[in-house]
RNA sequence: GUGGGCGUAGCCCAGUGGUUUAAGGCGCCAGGUUGUGGCCCUGGAGAUCGAGGGUUCGAAUCCCUCCGCUCACCCCA
């Protein structure tokens, strides 16, 4: 019968499913205004440089998995695959730099990327993210991380593992990556495919690698946080004293890698407890040369994301309690032309006061419309029929103690105003 | 892009010794005397058995192709 599916990747989000993501997103609003950051929301498609340039081309998301169309001017567009790109572009553009540094910002965006669908993975997902823009200063990346910790924990989560990693800046980091390629050239034979193109393409990305030959490359590779130069180490350094100052518990995994150019010194990543999954369900760092990257001139940045889809997957496999959505408490029912008009009329006039009603439609039986207020769960039901209207009053039944008086339909609002 | 598993009503599923009105449960709708819900009882609607082709007197069932879903790899949130 349906002519048409929905999209490969993508996800309706039906009704039941909707107090998951209200749970999610009034956490994260929460914890943002506890913090002090602001909301910033960008459009869902930008100029496809702003990515190519900041995520880096030769990047899997840059050249194989961006939505990407010319519009009707022949301009090339992409829809957005990542967040923290076009809130810097925004940065720049409206000039948040004469603001007081840093500018805390944090956002909502849906973002795209052609990619196999699987388990916590789609085209289109939802992810919350925090940026902090305009300070290098390593209090600030420690404020991110615990934000990011703080969140999580108020999510009702357990068993989460915060895993923390320093990959250098452009002055450390090129020497690190040499030291690096040198050592999987001495075993490249035994590594696995993947690992050879690796090694060549985005060779931090080895040390990534899930399969069992390349593990003892991994283990006796060089780390990159004995090749930082002083003010990368000072600054790693100074990080780790704020987090245990604040009782973060965070591990140092030399093998914590990012998948996206930009980033600088501190990388991130909040990781699940379950196994065979995508159990990444945010990471972040900091990006100090992406600003200057966008034509602004040198700024320091540090932020973080998390996928709303793969959160929501660890709130159902932990069996989290999420309080449920407010609904109406009031159902009204009505017998006959007359109440109807009456139904209508009453139940515009207590929302338009504020208070939440759902009527009966059609012309069923009272008994079939009492069971619909049963199986909505109001606790009240209003009954109008011929003897109401004629005496300006309802029936007013408790559906939980089956109590059940007539009052003057005037009474009804200010007896619901109360509770 | 690569590899595994799976496609029967909105949901969960029976049925693959070829012959059935394609069964059952949940949910939905309606009834169980006058205007009263949850439990129970009865009834109803709802499926071109993922799509197309083939074999056969006869296919949900066997064969081929396609599509979709799902899981893993890659990549990433």
Redesign the pocket.
């Known amino acids: ?1 349906p002519l048409y ?5 993508t996800l309706d989000i039906l009704p039941a499913e909707q107090v998951y993501w209200e749970y999610v997103k009034h956490k994260a609003i929460a914890l943002c205004q506890l913090y002090g950051y602001q909301r910033l929301d960008t459009p869902a498609f930008e100029d496809f440089n702003l990515f190519a340039r900041s995520m880096g081309e030769g ?3 840059v050249d194989k ?1 961006m939505y990407t169309l010319e519009d009707k001017s022949g301009k090339k567009m992409s829809l957005r695959p ?1 967040g923290t790109a076009p809130i810097c572009r925004a940065y720049l553009e409206h000039g948040l730099y004469n603001l007081p540094q840093p500018v805390r910002l944090y956002y909502f965006a849906t ?1 795209f ?1 052609y ?9 289109q ?1 939802y ?1 919350f993210g925090f940026e902090a823009i305009g300070d290098a200063d390593p209090a600030l990346d420690a404020e991110i991380i615990s934000m990011t910790w703080h969140f999580c924990l108020s999510l009702g989560l357990k068993g989460l593992c915060l895993q923390l990693n320093s990959i250098g800046c452009k002055v450390c980091r090129p020497h690190y990556l040499e030291n690096l390629k040198r050592h999987y050239s001495a075993c490249l034979t035994q590594l696995c495919p ?1 690992c050879k193109a ?1 090694l060549i393409r ?1 060779p931090l ?1 080895l040390l ?4 069992k030959s390349c593990q003892e490359a991994i283990e006796t590779a060089p780390k990159s946080i004995n090749y930082l130069c002083q003010e990368c180490k000072a600054h790693f350094e100074s990080i780790q004293r704020y987090l245990e100052l604040l009782g973060i518990p965070f591990k140092v995994s030399h093998r914590l890698v ?3 150019d930009y980033y600088t010194r501190t990388v991130f ?1 909040i990781q699940s407890p379950g196994e ?3 159990n ?4 972040g760092g900091r990006y100090d040369e992406l600003i200057e990257e966008l034509g602004g001139k040198s700024t320091a940045a540090v932020g973080f ?3 709303m ?2 959160i929501i997957l660890n709130l159902k496999r932990q069996n989290v309690s999420i309080p449920a959505l407010p609904r109406p408490s009031i159902f009204i029912a009505y ?1 006959g032309d007359e109440a109807k008009a009456e139904a209508i009329k009453l139940a515009f006039k207590l929302r338009q006061a504020g208070i939440a009603a759902i009527t009966a439609m ?1 012309g ?5 419309q ?6 909505f769960g109001t606790s009240y ?1 209003v ?6 209207v004629k005496s300006q009053t309802v ?1 007013l ?6 109590e ?1 008086k007539t009052i003057p339909s005037t009474k009804l609002e200010e007896l619901f105003r109360r509770d």
Do not use: F
Not at 383 to 388: A, F, K, T, V
């Open positions: 019968m599916k929905l999209p490969r990747g990047t899997d998301i998995e990542e973002v990327r990619e196999r669908p699987q388990a916590g993975r789609y085209r997902h992810q993947d690796r985005n990305r990534d690698c899930k399969k990012r998948g996206l990543e065979g999954i995508q990444a369900l945010g990471g994301a998390a996928g889809e793969r017998l059609g069923r039986s009272l008994k079939a009492l069971r619909q207020a049963n199986t039901s009954i109008i029929g011929e003897d109401e029936a039944r408790n559906m939980t103690t089956k059940q």
